[in-house]
């Protein structure tokens, strides 16, 4: 299977034999009559152009436009007497025939013929002889020309059209080279890091390069996602599995009644359940960042949707916690009903979880001039200035011992991804034992 490079070669080689052949065809057929001619033909049309062009003027002749060789022909000029004023034939060939006007003859001279024709040019004051000569077998024609043109021309535009049909051909595809080499380096060393970064080359190449560099980009994300999911499942499962092991090896040695089987299953169920939900709220987060999973956005009232949210939500252990709001009323977006509902909740129970007990907790909603801003602030235990930049990653926990009520420490991070999912941003204003502002931005 010939290559694209040697196919494009081959195809401005063929190209360009067809137009030479083309051009050919076109000039023999354009000049069939004068490529056609015999030389007796051409030896009285050279004669006949000089006696055109002979000039006499202040008794001398003007030999500036006539031709004593022209295509084979040979030209003398004589005066009246017969002497010889110009001319020049080829050494070998004696010409004994007297001046006769407009005969053809011949004369051999050897084993060659020779056409000979005479013309007499009248010029009034006196007058010229024009003798012109030719080998009845001579191939100086302009069929001869073209042929030698042809023979001469035809394999340099060859060489040229194989030369710069290759070179360009190279210079096109060198980006592909480049492109199947990062390719392979990137597949045999798995770093998925590496771009083409193609910065040369045809447009249209250039365009491919930087569709591949964006799907090597997903292709690492996607990796990223899914080493990070692995991990983090890892990390946090081990914990329940451990525990449904335990419980599970223990059932089996010392349950002796249907109360401590119960007991047992009890225990094992609510680790089950746990290790449910942290696997759905890793999934949402890695689907949400690769995004493979469809959230469709539609306008709708932001404001009453938020307010239907702080309504239906029911605290697992409010401890005393009143809440409040403060909502802009009319505010509308488009947005994702499911995922900003999830955002309010994680934040308030997030809000709810490190509050004090018999403290206050106030969700705002705030129109701004490119979008809207969910708040919610606590008068918990608030979060240390170095630890700021924490909270937003996954299983980071402001208060470790806390982790028992059943957080998973993915709550912000999914808040944070849904925020970017919406084009938005969010930020974190804390202050260690005072409470914590967490901040999510949604534009237009």
Known sequence: MLSVKMRMTLWFTLMVLLMAAMVLVFVLVINANTISDDPAGRLVKVVLSNAGDVEFDHGRFEWDDLDVYKRGVYCDFFNDDGELLMGAMPEDVDITLPLENNVMRSQLIGDREYYVYDCYVDMDVTGIWIRGVIDSQDESGLMR??????????????????????????????????????????????????????????????????????????????????????????????????????????????????????????????????????????????????????????????????EMCANEFVPENDRGIELKTEIDKNISLKFNAALISRVIHNLLQNAYKYGKDGGHILLRLKKLKDGAEISLSDDGIGIAKEDLDKVWKRFWQADSSRSEDGGSGLGLAMVKEIAQFHGGSVRVDSELGKGSTFTVFLPD
């Not at 590496?194 to 045809?202: C, E, I, S, Y």
């Not at 390069?209 to 990796?223: A, I, K, N, P, Y």
């Not at 109360?259 to 696997?279: H, N, P, R, Y």
């Open 145 to 306: 020309t073209i042929l030698i043109l042809t023979l001469s021309i035809v394999p340099g535009l060859l060489v040229l059209a194989v030369g710069g049909g290759w070179l360009i051909a190279w210079l096109s595809f060198r980006p592909m080279d480049k492109m199947i080499g990062i390719a392979n380096d990137i597949s045999d060393g798995g770093d998925l890091s590496r771009r083409l970064a193609l910065k040369r080359g045809p447009k249209e190449l250039k365009r491919l390069g930087r569709v591949f560099d964006r799907m090597f980009e997903r292709l690492e994300q996607s990796f990223t996602a899914e080493s990070q999911f692995v991990s983090d499942a890892s990390h946090e499962l081990r914990t329940p599995i451990t525990i449904i092991l335990a419980q599970c090896d223990r059932s089996k040695r010392k349950d002796e009644s249907k109360e401590d089987f119960l007991t047992s299953i009890g225990i094992i169920e609510e680790q089950a359940k746990g290790m449910s939900q942290l696997v759905q709220q890793l999934l949402g987060l890695t689907r949400m960042h690769h995004g493979t999973d469809r959230y469709p956005m539609k306008e709708g009232d932001i404001s009453a949707f938020v």
